[in-house]
């Protein structure tokens, strides 16, 4: 056997090596393991919504109290499907995955009697008002750590407050707080005094 056959056979092995490493990376790429499937719900919350991914990650900070007050309960309702695999909506309705949902808005954490709620959850202080549901709807595991709704979370601030507004229609009807006033539309009626 010579120097060059050696070559080649040393070759042939490093290929096959480098095969199967290829193999294995491209195995983990396509098995790696789903984290549950919150992906399934991003993806709705942004189909949901007219414009695209890149509208659903501009962060603009409009206050809490602005967007409830154009909120509308009708389009929360149809948001609330979202929600539907796992919660209920009507009074007494059953508990499922996660706890009926009727009367949450101003209500205590863990408000449900039937549900077996995450320690997380009904360690949390508190009542649900509107400040804390945006939070959790938004993004649930860093609203509360170790709750177990698994759910990804809902983006868009327009969205989360459609939904708020609505789940105050079910028993809550919490006053909504006052939006602050707009800033550069408001004409500076008082500071217009005349001069003397
Ligand atoms: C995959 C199932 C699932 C989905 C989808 C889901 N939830 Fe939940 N939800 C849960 C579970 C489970 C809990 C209990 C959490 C705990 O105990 O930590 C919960 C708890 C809650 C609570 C707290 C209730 C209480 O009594 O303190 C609210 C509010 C809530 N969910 C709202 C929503 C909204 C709004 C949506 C839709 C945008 C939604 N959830 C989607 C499973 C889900």
Redesign the pocket.
């Known amino acids: 056997m010579d120097s060059f056959e050696l070559n080649k056979i040393a070759g042939a092995v490093l290929a096959s090596i480098l095969v199967i490493l290829g193999v294995a990376t491209l195995t983990d790429f396509l098995y790696a393991p789903k984290e ?1 499937n919150p992906q399934a ?1 991003a993806v709705a ?1 942004l189909e949901d919504g007219a414009a695209g991914p890149g509208a659903a990650v501009a962060e603009e900070e409009v206050p809490l109290a602005t967007l409830l007050a154009a909120a509308d309960p009708a389009r929360g309702e149809r ?2 499907r ?6 209920t909506f009507d009074e007494g309705g059953k508990a ?6 009727y009367k ?1 808005v101003g ?6 009697p039937n ?4 320690t ?3 360690e ?1 202080g508190g009542n ?1 008002d509107f400040e804390a ?1 945006d939070a ?2 938004a993004n ?1 595991r860093a609203a ?1 750590p ?6 990804a ?2 983006r868009r601030p327009e969205q ?1 407050a459609d ?2 507004v609505y ?1 105050n229609t079910l028993g809550s009807n919490v006053p909504l707080p006052d939006a602050p006033a707009p800033r550069e539309e408001e004409p500076a009626a008082e500071e217009a005094e005349p001069a003397e």
């Open positions: 549950a719900y919350a948001l609330a979202q929600c539907a695999a796992c919660h499922g995955i996660g706890p009926n949902l949450t209500g205590p954490h863990a408000h449900d549900f077996n709620y995450s997380a959850m009904k949390t649900w549901l959790f709807i649930p509360v170790g709750t177990i709704m698994s759910f979370g809902m989360r939904l708020i789940l």
